[in-house]
């Protein structure tokens, strides 16, 4: 028969407290999947040198990407009613020093005034996406932005606390390289994840950031550029993020649990084998 | 020798379907968190009853111990305790890794799409008489500034909208301008997105602040010609509680 009393209370008692840690383990509901109204930029982990420079590369094949709508630019003056550019495609990895971003677009014509704009809130406040404007109830921040022309070729390291505030940074961080090949541009940013000035956007793995998009298509209509300045297609904000690299401890508390799991299992049928047995 | 196992189980069941389908017709459903915490109180309860004695504990444990043991079983029995002692040692594996595994998606968005208006804004009623010429005028001038957001229709389906998350209101919607007074759409139309208190999440609207460009006298007519043109009617005092 069963051996003792006390130690079967000891058992169930044990049991007790399995079931209950048990099933309100249980009940932690299981995450989300990715609903459309998430869709955020992932820079991903790559190993050894980054394909900064070449928008081409093979590299990128490998990257998913995600695809964020425009809107012309009519929230404040000067406003434009139609764009060309009606979504950016864009793909990003790190290699825990420096980060690339890919933004790819459909523009059917090559223009001197063609340019690209990535935007990030710097800092712990928010800033409005337009170009952190002032906001009336909550203090905002100050925003990162990095322009892309292709007239100069280049990327220049901006920054703005409101209109009519945009200044190109004493310090230049950012590097930018397009490509237009037929009717699309694709354009990379690249920049160290981490610099030393404070007007900068910080990127540290595993944080998520604040990422907006502005295009403008610099074609010639009626002897004027047709998009600039204000006038320009836009995003308002989208989460981004450099990956973490993956958090192999994970696994050993795992097997940890596995093993307790099965060693508690153990302990019990071998005291009840002994008590019956008896 | 299975009456309390049995029994216990029944009680169980008659909890879990009290707390998941029958308390839901006369209240909030219950978070599946909360299901599973009344369950475990409710087994223990079992538990404790059963144990209480000599007799009662070996009529409820002593085959659930003689089940996982596994002497003297065969065939299906046999089966059956295999299963148990491989899964248990699964869950809590399973259980460890969905509890530790980082998130990883985006933050979660809980914007508060009607937070409270600034005093000086509650209220206020309409100057302007609702007569067909400012009716006709206030449309005139929705289309002009409004519509490539909020859509030549009012439904929020404007040329600029699909760019912008949070997207324009809909104002044929009956959750929008339908549950508002015109004080507070006076409110929102004068001092846009950036007027949103931090609930509302104001660094993403993109709603203009239009007393920077437009005359009190238009937002007021135009309040008029957007309830007209999306067939709503202004929440009144009257509806306050
Ligand atoms: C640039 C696009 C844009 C334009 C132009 C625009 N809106 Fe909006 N509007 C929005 C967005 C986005 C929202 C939702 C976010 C928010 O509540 O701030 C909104 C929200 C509103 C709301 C709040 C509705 C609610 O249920 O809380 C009102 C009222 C409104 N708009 C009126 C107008 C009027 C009137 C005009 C023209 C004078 C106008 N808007 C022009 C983008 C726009």
Redesign the pocket.
Same mark, same amino acid.
């Not at chain 2, 993403?204 to 203009?208: E, F, I, N, Q």
């Given at each position: 028969m069963l051996n003792g009393l006390g130690s079967l209370r000891t058992i169930s008692i044990i049991g007790l407290f399995g079931v209950l840690g048990f099933s309100s383990a249980f009940a932690s509901e299981p995450p989300a999947s990715e609903e459309p109204g998430s869709v955020s930029v992932r820079m991903y982990q790559l190993e050894g040198s980054l394909p900064v420079d070449d928008p081409n590369s093979s590299q990128w094949d490998s990257v998913p990407g995600s695809e964020f709508n425009l809107?012309p630019q009519?929230?404040w003056p000067p406003r434009i009613q139609e764009v060309t550019v009606k979504s950016v495609k864009a793909k990003g990895v790190h290699n825990g020093q420096e980060l690339a971003i890919l933004v790819e677009y459909d523009d059917p014509t090559e223009d001197a005034g063609d340019a690209a704009a990535l935007e990030f809130m710097v800092g712990d406040k928010p800033a409005h996406f337009a170009h952190g404007q002032e906001m009336l109830q909550v203090e905002g921040g100050p925003v990162n932005i990095w322009f892309w022309k292709k007239e100069s070729g280049q990327a220049v390291d901006m920054s703005a606390k409101g209109f009519k505030t945009l200044e190109t940074q004493p310090r230049q961080d950012v590097q930018g390289k397009g490509v237009w090949q037929n009717g699309t541009w694709k354009v990379v940013f690249s920049r160290l994840l981490k610099t030393e000035d404070e007007q900068d956007v910080q990127i540290e793995p595993g944080e998520w950031k604040s990422v907006a998009f502005a295009i403008w298509d610099g074609a010639i209509v009626d002897g004027l550029v047709k998009e600039k300045g204000g006038q320009k297609a836009v995003s308002?904000w989208w989460y981004i993020r450099a990956e973490p690299s993956a958090d192999n401890s994970i696994f050993g508390w795992v097997i940890l649990g596995l093993a307790l799991a099965a060693a508690f299992e153990l302990v019990i049928v071998r005291k009840l084998r002994k008590g019956q047995s008896v | 020798m299975k009456g309390p196992i049995i029994s216990g189980a029944v009680i169980l069941a008659g909890v879990f379907i009290f707390l998941k389908f029958l308390l839901p017709l006369f209240t909030a459903p219950l978070p599946a968190s909360l299901i599973y915490l009344y369950l475990a109180l409710a087994l223990s309860g079992i538990m404790i009853y059963g144990t209480m004695s000599a007799p009662s504990l070996e009529a409820m444990m002593g085959p659930v111990y003689r089940f996982l043991s596994g002497q003297g079983q065969s065939g299906m029995g046999h089966m059956a305790r295999l299963a148990v002692l491989v899964m248990f040692p699964l869950l809590v594996g399973w259980q460890t890794y969905s509890s530790l595994a980082p998130s990883d998606l985006p933050p979660a968005e809980n914007r508060t799409?009607?937070p409270a208006p600034p005093g000086e804004f509650v209220g206020l009623s309409n100057p302007y008489p609702k007569t067909p010429e400012n009716i006709m005028m206030g449309k005139g001038?929705?289309a002009a500034?409004?519509s490539?957001?909020?859509g030549a229709n009012f439904d929020g389906k404007?040329t600029?909208?699909p760019g912008?998350n949070?997207?324009?209101?809909d104002?044929t919607d009956p959750?929008? #301008?339908a549950? !508002?007074q015109e004080a507070?759409?006076f409110w929102?139309?004068k001092k846009?997105?950036v007027g !949103?208190p931090v609930e509302?999440m104001?660094w993403?609207?993109?709603?203009?602040r239009?007393e920077e460009e437009?005359p009190e006298e238009?937002?007021w007519k #135009? #309040?008029m010609g957007?309830y007209d043109g999306a067939h709503q009617s202004p929440r009144t005092w009257e509806e306050e509680e």
């Open positions: 809107a009519v929230h308002t | 799409i009607h001038l929705y500034y409004c490539p957001c909020h404007g600029a909208a912008f949070p997207p324009p209101a104002f959750g929008t #301008i549950q !508002l507070y759409l929102r139309i846009g997105g !949103l509302g104001p993403k609207s993109a709603m203009p239009w437009l238009f937002i #135009i #309040i957007e």
